[in-house]
Antibody
């Protein structure tokens, strides 16, 4: 079964850090680009960041640029999101998602989603 | 940045109705548009990619059309399982989602 499982969410302090992880199974992780998408409580979806299959290309939304870092370890079938300088507006469910087209050279339609992990930023 | 605007924000419909949701891009995105369905407490599900391609396993009552800046998602005959929130996403330049359209029971 194709699956993405996030972990690492929880309560973070304003100005603090959290690291999210995502484990992939059921497909060749190293062939696919990956992204993180978040959803604030009661709000819509917001794309956060993208990483290509070999980590050569990385993009960030302006709202997290300079604060968040996406990375991956293809040997461990894992995706990560290092979140620094946390703000209240980073409070959201964070989804690990697979970009669907292995031939795409940038963000793509997102065909596999994890169940999400909740990040709450509050003092 | 490319902005995506969906209309309407809320749609009230009955089982069996034909439903159309519109998504407009602030600049041309060719056919690089996807549609998702999300139910409360669940992750979104991909329905349509490349504006009109049906994702595997998605019922044929869902269809997408459009190119450039104007796109539509159509549900030909609304079923009880279709009451949900729908989002469009452009992936021509980075990625941006529309604000969502909630389809509720009339």
């Amino acid at each position: 079964e194709v699956q993405l499982v996030e972990s690492g969410g929880g309560l973070g302090q304003p100005g603090g850090s959290l690291r999210l992880s995502c484990g992939a199974s059921g497909f060749t992780f190293s062939s696919y680009s990956m992204s993180w998408v978040r959803q604030a409580p009661g709000k819509g979806l917001q794309w956060v960041t993208y990483i290509s299959s070999r980590s050569r290309t990385i993009y960030y939304a302006d709202s997290v640029k300079g604060r968040f870092t996406i990375s991956r370890d293809n040997a461990k079938n894992s995706l990560y999101l290092q979140m620094n300088s946390l703000r209240a507006e980073d409070t959201a469910v964070y989804y690990c998602v697979r970009d669907g087209d292995v031939m795409a050279t940038g963000p793509d339609a997102l065909d596999i989603w994890g169940q999400g992990t909740t990040v709450t930023v509050s003092s | 940045d490319i902005q995506m605007t969906q209309s309407p924000s809320t749609l009230s419909a009955s089982v069996g109705d034909r439903v159309t949701i519109t998504c407009r891009a602030s600049q041309s995105i060719s056919i690089w548009l996807a549609w998702y369905q999300q139910k409360p407490g669940k992750a979104p599900k991909l329905l349509i990619y490349k504006a009109s391609s049906l994702q595997s396993g998605v019922p044929s009552r869902f269809s997408g059309s459009g190119s450039g800046t104007e796109f539509t998602l159509t549900i030909s005959s609304l079923q009880p399982d279709d009451f949900a929130t729908y989002y469009c996403q452009q992936y021509n330049s980075y990625s941006t989602f529309g604000q969502g359209t909630k389809v509720e029971i009339k």
